[in-house]
Each structure stands twice: as C-alpha cells, then as structure tokens.
C-alpha cells in the first residue's frame, strides 16, 4: 500500500467518483456553480450527474404518477435534480452503496448508480438506499474532451463525500466542495486574468 496517492483522482488518472466543480469562468450557463459527481471517465469519454441543481418543474410524487408508479406512507420523498443536458427525459439515482440491484453500477465503495424504474419503487415504499439523489439527463463529454475543459480552467475536482453529494442544500455544495479545496470563493473572480 502506497501512502503517496494524490487525493483528486483515482490511480489510472481518470475521475470516476470525484466531484467536478464549475469555475466562476464557466460560460455554458447549464452547468455555472454546478457540482457534478463523476460517474464514469475513461479514454473513452466521461458521464456525470450535477448534484446541486433542484429542479422546480417537476417533484417525486409526480414523476411517480407519470411511471404509474405509487408511494407508500413510510416511502421517501426524495428531490428531483437536473442531472445534466444529455438524455433530461431519462433517471439516474445516485445513492448510497448500501443497495445494490443487478443492475446497479457501483462507483466506489460509498456511492453507487442505478438507472431502473426498480430502485424508485423502493424509495417510494421506503426500501430504497440510505442516501439518495435522483437525476434527470447527463453531463457527458466524448474523448478527451473534459481533459481540454479541466485544462482551459473550466473545472476543478475534488474528492467527493457524502456530505457534498447527498446534501440537503444544494445551494450549499458549490462552495463546500470549493472550501474543501481551501479556495474562498469571494477570492474568485470570474473574470479570466483578475483576481
């Protein structure tokens, strides 16, 4: 065992379960102040899930009626987030490790994600995960491409935590995961070349 591991990205250089947390630069209005857990990153490309950005069109109950799906009393009613611009009519729920289906992508050994309509029936009926964050659509990036936007400053990752990832305040998660990283945020400007 090595104890001289750099904390921002896992051993083969990708960013599978770390956070992506959007510079104040950031242009593309989709993702500004966004935080998106990195599910996926390879040569081939990468997929992730914005965690701090509540939908206000859409809540559970109500996707739940459209899938025909029902709740139970002891059920979770859980926030329904915008995930990203890619597939926004398809669900991700990012959770716990504690449940896992056949279906379900484990991260690493804190989160995972499943993507069926199994694991929205147990959270309804209360049997879902400990943790939960249901996300509509995508963030991707095809080959190389997220490297280019890391490197033109558009990003920066952290290590991500459950607190950072589950967290009830949304509004929260931008700056948390950029004190995690010792930045202040009133010290960012958003102007390239000032400080």
Same mark, same amino acid.
């Given at each position: 065992m090595t104890d001289n591991i750099d904390d921002t990205q896992n051993d083969d250089g990708y960013l599978a379960g770390q956070l992506l947390v959007a510079m104040p630069q950031m242009l593309d209005e989709r993702f500004a102040k966004t935080v998106i857990y990195m599910c996926?990153?390879?040569?081939?490309?990468?997929?992730?899930?914005?965690?701090?950005?509540v939908m206000e069109n859409i809540d559970f109950p109500d996707l739940l009626d459209q899938l025909g799906l029902s709740a139970s009393?002891?059920?979770?009613?859980?926030? =329904?987030?915008? *995930?990203?611009?890619?597939?926004? /009519?398809?669900g991700f729920v990012l959770h716990s490790a504690d449940y896992v289906q056949d279906a379900t992508m484990v991260i690493d050994?804190?989160?995972?994600?499943?993507a069926t309509t199994d694991i929205l029936r147990d959270i309804a009926e209360g049997d879902g995960p400990r943790n939960s964050l249901l996300a509509l659509g995508y963030a991707g990036w095809g080959p190389g491409q997220l490297d280019t936007e890391i490197q033109a400053n558009g990003w920066l990752s952290v290590p991500a935590d459950s607190s950072l990832v589950f967290?009830?305040?949304?509004?929260? =998660?931008?700056? *948390?995961?950029?004190?995690?990283? /010792?930045?202040?945020?009133?010290m960012l400007s958003g102007d390239a070349g000032h400080a």
């Open positions: 996926a990153h390879t040569e081939d490309g990468a997929m992730g899930l914005v965690v701090n950005k009393p002891r059920g979770e009613d859980i926030r =329904v987030h915008f *995930g990203g611009p890619v597939e926004s /009519g398809r050994d804190t989160i995972a994600m499943t967290n009830s305040d949304p509004q929260a =998660v931008w700056q *948390g995961a950029l004190a995690k990283l /010792g930045i202040d945020v009133s």
